[in-house]
């Protein structure tokens, strides 16, 4: 119980600390965040810049960081007292995050963890950004600030692994802190009543938590941005909220590339909604920071993608770039490698509620609502005509089942009283997430499914092998998974492979012949 504890108080330090700095963030940009929930959610986004800074000129250790969360948690001193309602919203998210923590401390089961996730942030917590890095493993080229963010918590035990368990419980919050009597505006917090399941569903089913995934990241960003892009949409009292969707959005692109089209189309609505030049100068910075990362580790700024490729003497090869990008899009064209019936009827059913609202609402010129179709259909074609597995779409079949039943219900809202549009969001809930909640009662055992101590990551057997400038890389002998092993190891061996300064790892790695 000690260890569930220690991960409960980490939740609430880096709470604090995120908030602080989103109090700096918005102060410095003068916006004013709806709740507390997303107040923390901007002081993320602003920490996770200053860690990518940071990480070009010195590793993310403790000296590093700690300095970053102290400030935070000095500007996060409340100043009001919290209300009843704000007090038992603690409460439930607390009880909540006792479970998630348990879950945490599982054994991470996700492939790629062991395959680059802890390479990753192993790398991020010993050195500086290493120029070429992706020539050592190619997929430590992938430029995801998800793993900036993990190893910034290397402050707390098994800090990498409480990273996705944080942003649950803070998406947990932005969803309650939006919950008002339906009668009382109810497209503000309607988002919330239709994303709350899909916290549900990813809590029984997602693999996540003990595993510092990007995906799960990516799959609770991009419901936060819809959420909070709908309340901006249907709800003209939450314009100022637009600033920080565009904030959010620009992140979702560095946390991992197959957040671009939805991003982007995000980015491109929230612009026009608030046209605030600090905010865009600080989204354009984020932007910078990150192509700037990818030119570093790989020569290219959106890695495997070859567009902008500079042959830099520490540069994956254009033609190996190239390969990646081919791998992965055949591995998501394989068959039989994600569910696929639970897509079909959430197409199905949210083609009927699209048709019927897109007829009404163009009769009522109401067109502002039915930019929440933009970014999710545009996520969608962009995620079908690139890597068409599942998980690459991580929440957007959700999005748009939840865009689907809010156009529906903003069309009938008009002549519908309020006891039988209470009636009606209950049916349309419930025909939404007929699938999600059979799923969770047939995976209903694992809510047993948790631990009070730290499971260990699996130790795996290694050779050492030199290339042919001298340079010693360990190989994994069991399978192409390195997990936590010391550095460098890679399970693709390449004889040409040299370091760009002899004796000095930190210089980078390098395929091209020496000068």
Not at 90 to 109: D, E, N
Not at 262 to 281: S, T
Not at 372 to 386: D, S
Request: hydrophobic content about 55%.
């Amino acid at each position: 119980m000690r260890e569930v504890v220690f991960v409960l108080l980490a939740y609430a330090a880096l709470a604090l600390a995120f908030r602080g700095w989103g109090v700096l963030a918005a102060r410095a940009l003068q916006i004013t965040p709806s709740d507390e929930a997303t107040r923390i959610w901007l002081g993320w986004a602003f920490a996770l810049l200053i860690f990518q800074v940071l990480h070009l000129a010195v590793p993310l250790n403790v000296l590093a960081t700690v300095p970053v969360f102290l400030i935070g948690i000095t500007f996060s001193i409340p100043r009001r007292r919290y209300t009843r309602r704000g007090m038992i919203m603690l409460l439930v998210i607390a009880a909540v995050a006792v479970w998630i923590a348990m879950r945490s401390m599982l054994t991470p089961l996700v492939y790629d963890a062991g395959l680059y996730h802890f390479q990753t942030i192993r790398w991020l917590e010993s050195f500086p950004i290493v120029p070429g890095l992706g020539n050592l493993h190619g997929r430590l080229g992938f430029n995801q600030s998800f793993f900036t963010y993990a190893a910034s918590l290397g402050v707390f035990e098994h800090g990498s692994r409480i990273a996705n368990g944080f942003l649950f419980l803070l998406t947990t919050a932005t969803f309650l802190a939006r919950l008002r009597p339906l009668a009382d505006r109810p497209f503000a917090n309607v988002p919330s009543i239709f994303a709350l399941p899909v916290l549900g569903f990813l809590a029984f089913s997602s693999p996540g938590f003990a595993s510092p995934t990007p995906d799960l990241a990516s799959e609770l960003l991009q419901l936060v941005i819809f959420v909070l892009l709908a309340g901006v949409l249907f709800d003209r009292k939450l314009d100022d909220d637009a600033s920080i969707v565009a904030i959010l959005a620009a992140t979702a692109i560095t946390i991992k590339l197959s957040n671009l089209v939805f991003a982007a189309v995000v980015l491109a609505i929230a612009f026009g909604l608030a046209r605030r030049w600090r905010v865009i100068a600080f989204v354009m910075a984020v932007l910078a920071i990150w192509m700037t990362r990818g030119y570093l580790t790989t020569g290219a700024p959106m890695y495997p993608s070859t567009i902008g490729h500079i042959a830099f003497d520490w540069a994956v090869p254009r033609d190996e770039a190239a390969q990646m990008t081919a791998l992965i899009r055949e591995w998501a064209r394989k068959p039989n490698t994600g569910w696929v019936n639970p897509l079909e009827w959430r197409m199905s059913a949210g083609l009927l509620g699209v048709a019927c609202a897109v007829i009404t609402l163009t009769k009522q010129r109401r067109l502002r609502e039915l930019l929440i179709l933009a970014p999710v259909f545009a996520g969608l074609a962009f995620w079908f005509f690139t890597a068409p597995d599942p998980r690459f779409a991580h929440a957007l079949f959700f999005c748009f089942a939840m865009a689907a039943a809010m156009l529906f219900l903003v069309s009938v809202r008009p002549w519908a009283p309020r006891i039988l549009f209470s009636l009606i969001v209950t049916a349309i809930l419930g025909l939404t997430y007929r699938g999600v909640m059979l799923h969770a009662i047939r995976e209903r055992a694992t809510i047993a499914n948790i631990s009070m101590h730290w499971q260990p990551l699996p130790i795996v057997p290694t050779i050492r092998t030199t290339t042919a400038s001298g340079l010693v890389v360990l190989l994994p002998t069991k399978d192409d998974r390195c997990w936590d092993s010391p550095l460098p190891c890679t399970p693709y061996f390449r004889y040409m492979l040299r370091e760009r300064v002899p004796g000095r790892v930190a210089s980078g790695f390098s395929v091209t012949p020496a000068y």
